[in-house]
């Protein structure tokens, strides 16, 4: 079993930085994609960016130029750092891993983790 733990979330004023981290824990041999999602009040839960291996998709135009993805293979991590937050970025942020191939070599369908509230105060 593979689970996704998310944190860094919290209150933050416009304009200002967090970092987003998501661990991955469980009887994991590799993990090739890792996405960040979020879900605002009222609004569908969107895909905001992607790590394949190191090539990193960029899904939410309205980040751009602001969010980074990241991760450290070795600490089954990705990361989201995020700058210049807008109140608009208020939202729940998802980790999200389409595949895992666990030690025993099979791959096990998507994990979602628990989610981290981001506030962005104006």
């Known amino acids: 079993q593979v689970q996704l733990v998310e944190s860094g979330g919290g209150l933050v004023q416009a304009g200002g930085s967090l970092r987003l981290s998501c661990v991955a824990s469980g009887s994991i041999f590799s993990i090739n994609a890792m996405s960040w999602y979020r879900q605002a009040p009222g609004k569908e839960r969107e895909l905001v960016e992607h790590?394949?291996?190191?090539?990193?998709?960029n899904y939410a135009d309205s980040v751009k130029g602001r969010f980074t993805i990241s991760r450290d293979n070795g600490k089954n991590t990705v990361y989201l750092q995020m700058n210049s937050l807008k109140p608009e970025d208020t939202a729940v942020y998802y980790c999200?891993?389409?595949?895992?191939?666990?030690?025993?070599?099979?791959?096990?369908?998507?994990?979602w983790g628990r989610g981290t509230l981001v506030t962005v105060s104006s």
């Open positions: 790590i394949t291996g190191s090539l990193i998709t």
């Open positions: 999200y891993v389409p595949e895992v191939v666990n030690t025993a070599r099979s791959t096990l369908p998507g994990v």
